[in-house]
C-alpha cells in the first residue's frame, strides 16, 4: 500500500522546504558534534564507501543501534541512493506519502542552515524542534560515550546524528521514514535497515562524485550505491 501510494504520486509536484536558522538553546549539543570526526568537511577516506575492507565498518552502527534497543526496527523505510537527485526525490516521496495520509519521517544530508533541517517529522513535516534535539541528547549522551570508550573513539558525526534520527523516528511512532544514504550506500550509516522494515530502495542518477571514496569507477560508484538494494523488496532506478 505504501509503495503504491509513492507510484501514484510520482506526478505531484514537491513544494519547497523551509529552513530555519540554528538555536542557541543547541549550543551544547552542536558543540559536541563538531569534536566528533565529521567527514563532510574533512573527506572521507580512499575506499572508505566501498563494501570492502576499506569500507566503513557497519558493525560499529549495528551495536550502536542494539545499545538503545534497536529503533530502526521499529518503523517501514524508503531507502535513496544516487549521485544526484537524492534530496529532491526524499522530499517529493516525503510529501507523497504525507498527502496519502502518513506521519513521516524524512532523513537527508547535507543541511543549508541548521542541522534541524535534515530530520523532518510526522504529517506537516517541519524540522525537528531544537527542543527535541536537545531532550534526546541529554537523554543519549551517556551511552554514546560509553559506546565511544568501546570504540575507541571511532564513532563519527554522522553515525551520532544517523542514530538520533532513527531514535526520533521511533519516538514519535512514524508510519515511514524516508532516509536519504549520507555515502554511496553499502557501507552507510543508513544501511542497517533491514529487508523486513524496507519499503523499497530507490537509485537515482549515479556519476563520478566521491570517486576515490567509492572505488575509482563509475562501475564500482554503482556497485556501492547498489549496495543499498535488499533481496525480495522492490527496487526503482531512474535518472534526473
Same mark, same amino acid.
Given at each position: 500500500?505504501?509503495?503504491?501510494? /509513492?507510484?501514484?504520486?510520482?506526478?505531484?509536484?514537491?513544494?519547497?522546504?523551509?529552513?530555519?536558522?540554528?538555536?542557541?538553546?543547541?549550543?551544547?549539543?552542536?558543540?559536541?558534534?563538531?569534536?566528533?570526526?565529521?567527514?563532510?568537511?574533512?573527506?572521507? *577516506?580512499?575506499?572508505?564507501?566501498?563494501?570492502?575492507?576499506?569500507?566503513?565498518?557497519?558493525? &560499529?552502527?549495528?551495536?550502536?543501534?542494539?545499545?538503545?534497543?534497536?529503533?530502526?526496527?521499529?518503523?517501514?523505510?524508503?531507502?535513496?541512493?544516487?549521485?544526484?537527485?537524492?534530496?529532491?526525490?526524499?522530499?517529493?516521496?516525503?510529501? /507523497?506519502? &504525507?498527502?496519502?495520509?502518513?506521519?513521516?519521517?524524512?532523513?537527508?544530508?547535507?543541511?543549508?542552515?541548521?542541522?534541524?533541517?535534515?530530520?523532518?517529522?510526522?504529517?506537516?513535516?517541519? *524540522?525537528?524542534?531544537?527542543?527535541?534535539?536537545?531532550?534526546?541528547?541529554?537523554? /543519549?549522551?551517556?551511552?554514546?560515550?560509553?559506546?565511544?570508550?568501546?570504540?575507541?573513539?571511532?564513532?563519527?558525526?554522522?553515525?551520532?546524528?544517523?542514530?538520533?534520527?532513527?531514535?526520533?523516528?521511533?519516538?514519535?511512532?512514524?508510519? /515511514?521514514?524516508?532516509?536519504?544514504?549520507?555515502?554511496?550506500?553499502? &557501507?552507510?550509516?543508513?544501511?542497517?535497515?533491514?529487508?523486513?522494515?524496507?519499503?523499497?530502495?530507490?537509485?537515482?542518477?549515479?556519476?563520478?562524485?566521491?570517486?576515490? =571514496?567509492?572505488?575509482?569507477?563509475?562501475?564500482?560508484?554503482?556497485? =556501492?550505491? =547498489?549496495?543499498?538494494?535488499?533481496?525480495?523488496? *522492490?527496487?526503482?532506478?531512474?535518472?534526473?
Amino acid at each position: 500500500m505504501l509503495l503504491s501510494s /509513492i507510484r501514484r504520486g510520482f506526478t505531484s509536484r514537491v513544494g519547497p522546504i523551509r529552513t530555519l536558522s540554528s538555536h542557541s538553546e543547541m549550543k551544547d549539543f552542536l558543540d559536541y558534534l563538531d569534536s566528533l570526526k565529521n567527514y563532510e568537511k574533512s573527506g572521507v *577516506p580512499k575506499g572508505a564507501g566501498t563494501d570492502s575492507s576499506d569500507g566503513f565498518d557497519l558493525g &560499529r552502527m549495528r551495536r550502536l543501534m542494539e545499545r538503545f534497543g534497536n529503533p530502526h526496527s521499529k518503523f517501514k523505510a524508503v531507502h535513496i541512493a544516487g549521485t544526484k537527485g537524492k534530496g529532491s526525490t526524499a522530499a517529493f516521496v516525503s510529501n /507523497i506519502l &504525507r498527502n496519502e495520509g502518513y506521519s513521516v519521517g524524512c532523513y537527508t544530508s547535507p543541511h543549508i542552515l541548521t542541522i534541524r533541517e535534515r530530520i523532518l517529522l510526522g504529517k506537516s513535516g517541519h *524540522p525537528v524542534s531544537a527542543k527535541l534535539l536537545n531532550d534526546l541528547f541529554r537523554r /543519549i549522551k551517556p551511552d554514546i560515550d560509553q559506546a565511544m570508550k568501546e570504540e575507541n573513539g571511532c564513532i563519527s558525526h554522522f553515525e551520532v546524528f544517523t542514530t538520533m534520527a532513527f531514535l526520533l523516528f521511533a519516538d514519535e511512532n512514524v508510519d /515511514i521514514a524516508v532516509i536519504e544514504a549520507g555515502l554511496g550506500g553499502a &557501507r552507510d550509516a543508513t544501511n542497517i535497515i533491514s529487508s523486513s522494515g524496507l519499503v523499497a530502495s530507490v537509485i537515482t542518477t549515479v556519476g563520478e562524485e566521491h570517486l576515490a =571514496a567509492l572505488g575509482g569507477s563509475l562501475e564500482t560508484i554503482a556497485m =556501492a550505491k =547498489a549496495g543499498i538494494i535488499k533481496q525480495d523488496r *522492490p527496487v526503482r532506478c531512474f535518472s534526473l
